[in-house]
């Protein structure tokens, strides 16, 4: 709230509520029709390759257009997986690059959610595992483990 009493942003319920949302919609596809439509796939390949690509996408109709400028408009992404890395070293791979399994001749994963171009994604595997993705170029590694140290901080001072 503002000082003098003002809303700003939104709750957290109302937070919660839109990702149970996403979680159900998402549930609504197979991993292949999933895949086959994964735009932030491409985010992943040559860089001349995708502005071509991203810039047709936005040519075909108003919606991708809008739809790539909230991306770029968004601070960071949200990689929902649905998988459960069991070691440091698969959560490692995981946030890093993502899974990538072959299922009925269509790529499929975790690697299909990432968005490359995006400065900061937070990876929440389904077991609650959760790490940081970030493009090193633009942000400090230093800022990143500090922000994310803050925010485990005071995730554990919230819960005591």
Same mark, same amino acid.
């Given at each position: 709230? !503002?000082?003098?009493?003002?809303?700003?942003?939104?709750?957290?319920?109302?937070?919660?509520?839109?990702?149970?949302?996403? %979680?159900?919609?998402?549930?609504?596809?197979?991993?292949?029709? &999933?895949?086959?439509?994964?735009?932030?796939?491409?985010?992943?390949?040559?860089?001349?390759? $995708?502005?071509? *690509? /991203?810039?047709?996408?936005?040519?075909?109709?108003?919606? @991708?257009?809008?739809?790539?400028?909230?991306?770029?408009?968004?601070? =960071?992404?949200?990689?929902?997986?649905? @998988?459960?890395?069991?070691?440091?070293?698969?959560? &490692?791979?995981?946030?890093?690059?993502? !899974?990538?399994?072959?299922?009925?001749?269509?790529?499929?994963?975790?690697?299909?959610? /990432? $968005?490359?171009?995006?400065?900061?994604? =937070?990876?929440?595997? *389904?077991?609650?595992?959760?790490?940081? @993705?970030?493009?090193?170029?633009?942000?400090?590694?230093?800022?990143? %483990?500090? =922000?994310?140290?803050?925010?485990?901080?005071?995730?554990? %001072?919230? =819960?005591?």
């Amino acid at each position: 709230k !503002t000082p003098d009493g003002k809303e700003v942003g939104i709750g957290e319920d109302v937070i919660a509520d839109n990702l149970r949302m996403i %979680l159900e919609d998402s549930q609504q596809l197979s991993s292949e029709d &999933a895949a086959e439509n994964a735009v932030a796939v491409l985010t992943s390949g040559h860089r001349d390759t $995708w502005a071509e *690509q /991203r810039q047709r996408l936005a040519s075909i109709d108003a919606c @991708n257009a809008e739809s790539l400028a909230i991306m770029d408009s968004a601070m =960071f992404v949200l990689c929902l997986d649905d @998988n459960s890395p069991a070691t440091p070293a698969e959560m &490692a791979a995981n946030v890093l690059h993502g !899974t990538s399994v072959v299922q009925g001749g269509v790529q499929t994963g975790t690697c299909m959610n /990432r $968005w490359f171009d995006k400065t900061m994604q =937070f990876v929440v595997s *389904q077991n609650g595992a959760a790490g940081i @993705n970030f493009e090193h170029s633009i942000v400090d590694g230093h800022s990143v %483990l500090r =922000f994310a140290s803050d925010v485990y901080t005071d995730t554990i %001072l919230r =819960f005591a």
